[in-house]
C-alpha cells in the first residue's frame, strides 16, 4: 500500500510539472508603453528676505505676506524654513527663508514684479507639479497594461492563436518630471532682482513646459 501511494504522489508531482513546463512553454511575454503630458497647476517658491536688524527684518516679513496675500497666495500655504544671522556682515545681518505654493489662481507675474525689492535677497521655483498627478500615474499605467494587450492579441492573431489569461504583469517605471523643475525655467528665477534687470519674461502657467510621464507594464498572457 505504501508502495502504491508513493507511486501516485510521484505520478501527481509529474503531471504537474508537466502542466507547469506547458503553461511556461504556452505562454507570450509583451511590453506596454504609454505617455502622457499633464498641464501644471502649481508651483512651489523658495524665497528670502533679508535685512540690517530684526525690527525691519520683522516689517520685511510682513511685507511678504501682504505681497504673496495680494497675489493671490494663501496664509496655510506660506512655510517658514530657516532663519540666519551673519555677525560678521555690516549690513544685512539678518535674513529669513520661506517656501510659498502658487496654483493657477495665483498671478506669478504679480509676484514677481511685486518680489523686486532691495530686501529679497533671492527668488527661486523649487518645484512645479500637478495636485491631481496620482491619477493621472493610474491613467498612464492603466493605458500601458492595454497597450500591452493588445500587442499580444494582434501577435497571436497572426499566428492564429488567442490571448489567454495573464500570468504576470510587472510594472515599470521609464520616466517621470512630476517632481523636476522644467528646463524653460532653470537658470532664469535664481535672484528676481538679476531676472528684473533682463528682458521682461512671462512667468506665467501657460510658459511653463508640461509634465511628462511615461510607464511600461511588462505582461505574459497564456496562449489559446
Keep these: 500500500m505504501k508502495l502504491k501511494h508513493f507511486l501516485l504522489i510521484g505520478i501527481l508531482t509529474l503531471g504537474s510539472f508537466v502542466n507547469a513546463q506547458e503553461v511556461k512553454k504556452n505562454a507570450i511575454e509583451v511590453t506596454g508603453v504609454a505617455e502622457m503630458e499633464v498641464e501644471p497647476d502649481e508651483i512651489i517658491f523658495s524665497v528670502g528676505i533679508k535685512a540690517d536688524n530684526k525690527n525691519d527684518l520683522a516689517d520685511n516679513e510682513k511685507k511678504l505676506f501682504e505681497t504673496l496675500k495680494n497675489a493671490g497666495v494663501k496664509n496655510e500655504d506660506i512655510k517658514f524654513k530657516s532663519m540666519y544671522q551673519n555677525i560678521y556682515s555690516k549690513t544685512a545681518k539678518f535674513s529669513k527663508n520661506y517656501q ?13 514684479e511685486d518680489l523686486n525689492q532691495k530686501w529679497v535677497s533671492s527668488l527661486n521655483i523649487a518645484e512645479v507639479k500637478s495636485t491631481k498627478i496620482a491619477d493621472f500615474r493610474k491613467a498612464v499605467k492603466i493605458n500601458a497594461l ?6 499580444a492579441d494582434y501577435l497571436l492573431e497572426s499566428m492564429g492563436k488567442k490571448t489567454g489569461n495573464a500570468l504576470e504583469i510587472v510594472e515599470i517605471e521609464d520616466y517621470t518630471s512630476d517632481m523636476i523643475m522644467p528646463a524653460a525655467y532653470k537658470g532664469r528665477a535664481s535672484n528676481i532682482q538679476m531676472e528684473m534687470a533682463d528682458a521682461p519674461v512671462d512667468f506665467s502657467f501657460d510658459n511653463i513646459e508640461n509634465i511628462k510621464l511615461k510607464y511600461s507594464i511588462k505582461t505574459k498572457y497564456e496562449i489559446l
Excluded at 100 to 112: D, N, Q, V, W, Y
Design 100 to 112: 510659498f505654493k502658487a496654483s493657477t489662481k495665483s498671478s506669478l507675474s504679480k509676484i514677481f
Design 146 to 151: 492595454k497597450a500591452a494587450k493588445e500587442k
